[in-house]
């Protein structure tokens, strides 16, 4: 028979780390639901227990991949607003012309309104320009100028930390390969190692304590394997 103890704690353990798998999943459907657009209320994604292989990465990927990226995309359009501000900057050292036209009419029958000779005109240019500002203009250049920096260099390092993100995730990929095969011949071995004792416990030859010890070796193994192939993905 089973020792009292330990075969409860191990399957209550083992219900509790369930839940904490579906819970986590849920929370992954609903991120996936936040990227694509759609409410995470009405997604759903139908559980797939197949093992999922990582696709083979080009060796030649382009990089106007990382554009993809929130972080870039943003980076990139901070860039680009600043540089607009430059622009308006330096519109404010023009002066503005502001073109004032006037028109009315001399008869004061109603018939010969709509004659041209009726109509008189009052053009005039009004050139309107602060000529003098005590600096403000040139300090707005400046500090466009200073956050069009700023952005640039925020960009530049949103790039560099992509970067150094795709490399260090590509150099890892074939270590991860390698420990997954491992550590799948060794949940392999580890099931077999189940079957065996559990045959050997049903014959009378171990006590269930082998058999308990078996199903943890075997579960431990597993997990990790499911966890190697979560950290490739």
Not at 15 to 23: I, K, L, Q
Not at 54 to 67: F, K, R
Not at 77 to 87: D, G, K, L, P, Y
Request: net charge negative; proline share 7%; aromatic share 6%.
């Amino acid at each position: 028979m089973p020792p009292p103890s330990r075969r409860p704690r191990q399957l209550e353990a083992t219900r509790t780390h369930d839940t904490d798998v579906d819970v986590t999943r849920l929370q992954l459907q609903h991120a996936i639901a936040t990227l694509i657009g759609d409410p995470a209320s009405t997604f759903t994604l139908p559980p797939n227990g197949s093992a999922v292989t990582p696709p083979a990465i080009p060796t030649g990927l382009p990089s106007q991949l990382l554009e993809r990226r929130p972080d870039i995309a943003a980076a990139e359009r901070r860039v680009a607003s600043a540089n607009a501000q430059i622009c308006v900057a330096l519109a404010a050292f023009f002066p503005d012309p502001v073109l004032s036209a006037s028109a009315g009419l001399e008869s004061t029958f109603f018939a010969p309104w709509m004659s041209e000779p009726s109509l008189f005109w009052s053009l005039g240019s009004q050139l309107a320009g602060t000529l003098f500002d005590g600096g403000r203009r040139e300090a707005g250049l400046q500090g466009a100028t200073a956050q069009y920096d700023g952005a640039v260099a925020d960009y530049r390092q949103s790039v560099l930390v992509a970067f150094q993100q795709v490399e260090d995730n590509r150099s890892a990929s074939h270590p991860f390969a390698d420990e997954a095969a491992g550590q799948q011949r060794a949940a392999t071995s580890a099931d077999l190692s189940l079957r065996l004792t559990t045959n050997r416990f049903k014959a009378g030859a171990v006590s269930y304590l082998d058999v308990v010890t078996a199903q943890t070796i075997a579960l431990a193994n597993c997990r990790i394997a499911d966890q190697i192939a979560e950290r490739r993905l």
